[in-house]
């Protein structure tokens, strides 16, 4: 071939194929299904019809070429194919005259199945044996489907079946009973970043790390088509693929970005938060990519809180472990699904860009109270006064349930004290007319003057008032205090929560109480039996009981009994919320 400047030269091949796998051990991600292949191979326990199934783009038409060569190597049937003789090049190069390869979207009806089974008949012309490649079978007619089942039940000898297809719910139980299926598994983030990484070193193409990542996020799960948008990315960047011209090129949201929302969120500050959508906007970012990815962060955040075994590590890996830590399991389940119904609502907004702030402003409205530290009214966080200071300090301790008297907090000596004090309800705030309360200023600083020691402490009220986020808070809301001695302190974590008791969460803790009451404090962690006045306890027995004071009280309001009574209504408990104490 000639180019415009006269020199000779070859045409361009799409990196998907040029890279398509030629051999199993070419094969990425699919391990299970090149492994029972493979000894089924060499075994010699061949089956008549293979189905393969999987999402697009995950190597279910590769995989069934290579079993055709494994099938028909001159060099005798194996797992291993030469790939050198006349079968196998052949083969590669679409032209083995024994291989059929039929696309069912374009050959539905029943005629074409008659044609394909009447050819199966005939003993192959060069090849061992006679190979049928159906691809997307479940868009067969129910004709051709049963047109199939005799041949697929008694076939000849020579023949062999492989059906690919991306929905095999829609293939009938009779032909399923009679193949041989294996599923293929989308393709993680990691591992295509890391093959579109070699790729691109033998290509010669300079690329950043993160711009392959950005990449095979976008592939969701397909090395086809993760390879194809490298192809863009190659073109729209001149020959270099860089991470700023990827996200412009599939408008996606760089990670930096998303953790900078979440930065503002955690702190509860409205003015940064719509500075960064500001930002986005002014960047050109589409605000239902923005939200589609934050959607996809919290994941991230809601595994490294719950199953941090089943995170990769990545090039963010670092960056989400921390904002983990800035975050409790109920907020990030919060911003997800207001996350999901923003992103399903932008299409009814004034415009995106409101829509979208409305989302972020309802993730800081609605964000539960698990921090103690009250908002300011410019959205920020407000100074949280000591413990030992004014009823501004109250935030330290959980709201006592309503029209239920509370007992003042009392000293904690041992656990029996610790349980009599909890069952009491030592959450109310102390009176605005006591010396005490009014000795302190209203801004006093977090960390008292002199640390309180241990013999004093209220659970309860210690652990609202820590500076904790994340797995290190969920440990102090599952601890329970059972001994205390001077300066050190016994805490219990319960069978159920003992995963908890990780080194790196327990130092946390520890810091954040040594911050506020002395370097000398000394904390042992133990597990027992089942603890039942942990922090966590006390507050959902509080909650319990403000909805149950709520629900009486409307059942007992004399509007609501007449309405039940005349129209034979009925109070549905689950709508009734408790008013904010």
Known sequence: MTDLFGE??????????????????????????????????????????????GTRGVGKTTLARILAKCLNCESGVSATPCGTCSACTQIDAGRFVDLLELDAASNTGVD???????????APTVGRYKVYIIDEVHMLSKPAFNSMLKTLEEPPAHV????????????????????????????????????????????????????LNL??????????????????????GGGRIEAAAVEAMLGTVRRDYLFDLLDALAAGDGDALMTQARLLAERGIAFDATLQDLGNLLTQLALVLHAP?????????????????????????????????????????????????????????????????????????????????????????????????????????????ARQV??????????????????????????????????????????????????????????????????????RVGEAHKHLLDRAYQDRLTGALREKYGPALQITFEVGSAADQTPQQVRTRIKEARQAE?????????????????FGGQVEASTIQPLAP
């Open 112 to 122: 074409n199945m008659r044609e394909v089974l009447d050819n199966a008949q005939y």
């Open 309 to 417: 075994g089943a995170v990769e590590d990545g090039a963010d890996a670092e960056r989400t472990r921390a904002a983990a830590e800035k975050l409790d399991a109920e907020t990030v389940q919060l911003y997800y699904q207001i996350a999901l119904n923003g992103r399903r609502d932008l299409p009814y907004a004034p415009d995106e860009f409101s829509g979208f702030c409305m989302t972020l402003l309802r993730m800081l409205a609605f964000a539960p109270a698990t921090d103690p530290t009250p908002r300011s009214p410019g959205g920020g966080r407000a100074p949280v006064a000591s413990a030992d200071s004014t009823p501004a300090a109250a935030p330290l301790a959980a709201p006592a349930p309503a029209r239920v008297p509370a007992a003042a907090p009392a000293p904690l000596q041992q656990p029996e004290a």
């Open 550 to 566: 709520a629900i009486a009280a409307i059942e007992a309001d004399p509007f609501v009994r007449e309405l039940v009574e005349q």
């Open 160 to 211: 062999k079946f492989i059906l690919a297809t991306t929905d095999p719910q829609k293939i009938p139980v009779t032909v399923l009973s009679r193949c041989l299926q294996f599923n293929l598994k989308p393709m993680t983030p990691a591992l295509v970043a890391g093959h579109l990484g070699d790729v691109l070193a033998q290509e010669r193409v300079d690329a950043e790390p993160a711009a």
């Open 215 to 236: 990449l095979a996020r976008a592939a969701a799960g397909s090395m086809r088509d993760a390879l194809s948008l490298t192809d863009q990315a190659i073109a729209y």
């Open 422 to 491: 909890a069952s009491a309800e030592p959450l109310a705030a102390e009176d605005a007319d006591s010396p005490r309360a009014a000795a302190a200023p209203p801004d006093a600083p977090f960390v008292a003057a002199e640390p309180a020691p241990a013999a004093q402490w209220d659970w309860l009220a210690v652990v609202a008032g820590l500076r904790l986020g994340g797995m290190a808070k969920m440990l102090a809301d599952h601890c329970e205090l059972v001994a205390q001695t001077g300066d050190s302190v016994t805490l």
């Open 8 to 53: 000779s030269a070859s045409p361009a091949m799409a990196l998907a194929r040029k890279w398509r796998p030629r051999a199993f051990a070419d094969l990425r991600g699919q391990e299970h299904v090149v492994q029972a292949l493979s000894n089924a191979l060499t075994q010699g326990r061949l089956h008549h019809a293979y189905l393969l199934t």
